[in-house]
């Protein structure tokens, strides 16, 4: 079975500080999908970014930016300039499929930006 | 462009009754999936739909949970009969026919569901 393992279920970080979320995740696949996804608290859930696994190239939107181990099977996110508005859950979610079957989210970080 | 549009927001039941939730998607997206979001913990998901077939249904509590997709556009979802254990919030997220880059998943706002 494929698991995804946040393992900081809270995070808090000044305002235009750097911040670094945890993920690892556990497959036998050879390609997949890696999501980060964010969750305010008026709960609409909406994609961060994601990252291939094919691809060596970290994936980076903006501020935000990824750092995939595919060896040690690790994707961690990195908030850049951290804003008041980046305050949310972040879930780190994996895919195997193209078509998106065996979709697993993690349990979650809570991230809190403090002015 | 129109987001996933979810209802009820809110729903409060006693167990043992019976409850629906309604999902609209996003015009043109032939998948949706439901999910359940228990407080605290990351969704899972409990259906996936492409178009009005079922892809995935492998972690729906089938005795009592069901799923229709009419027409592959709306769906509905259906507990019956409730137990406490269900209280959670129920999300509706639809996306693009997949492939290559990967695709994205649209969400809608959520029902929260209580038991009591």
């Known amino acids: 079975a494929q698991t995804v393992t946040q393992s900081q279920p809270e995070m808090s970080v000044q305002e235009a500080e750097t911040v670094t979320l945890s993920c690892t995740y556990d497959?036998?696949?050879?390609?997949?999908?890696l999501f980060w996804y964010k969750q305010p608290p008026s709960r609409q859930m909406i994609l961060v970014i994601r990252?291939?696994?094919?691809?060596?190239q970290n994936a980076t939107e903006n501020r935000f930016s990824v750092n995939f181990q595919k060896a040690a099977k690790s994707f961690s996110l990195k908030i850049s300039d951290s804003q008041l508005g980046d305050t949310a859950m972040y879930f780190c979610a994996f895919t195997t499929d193209n078509y998106g079957q065996n979709f697993v989210f993690g349990p979650g970080t809570r991230l809190s930006v403090l002015p | 462009e129109a987001g996933v549009a979810q209802s009820p927001r809110y729903k409060i039941i006693e167990k043992r009754q019976s409850v629906a939730f309604w999902c609209n998607p996003i015009?043109?997206?032939?998948?949706l999936y439901w999910y359940q979001q228990i407080l605290g913990q990351g969704p899972k998901l409990l259906i996936q739909f492409q178009n009005n077939g079922v892809v995935d249904d492998s972690q729906l509590p089938k005795d009592r949970f069901s799923a229709e997709r009419l027409k592959g556009v709306d769906s509905t979802l259906k507990i019956q009969p409730a137990k406490l254990e269900d209280s959670a919030v129920y999300l509706c997220a639809s996306s693009l026919v997949p492939g290559r880059p990967a695709y994205e998943q649209y969400f809608g706002p959520g029902t929260r569901l209580t038991v009591t």
């Open positions: 990252q291939e696994a094919y691809k060596q």
């Open positions: 015009s043109g997206h032939a998948t």
């Open positions: 497959t036998s696949e050879n390609n997949y999908y």
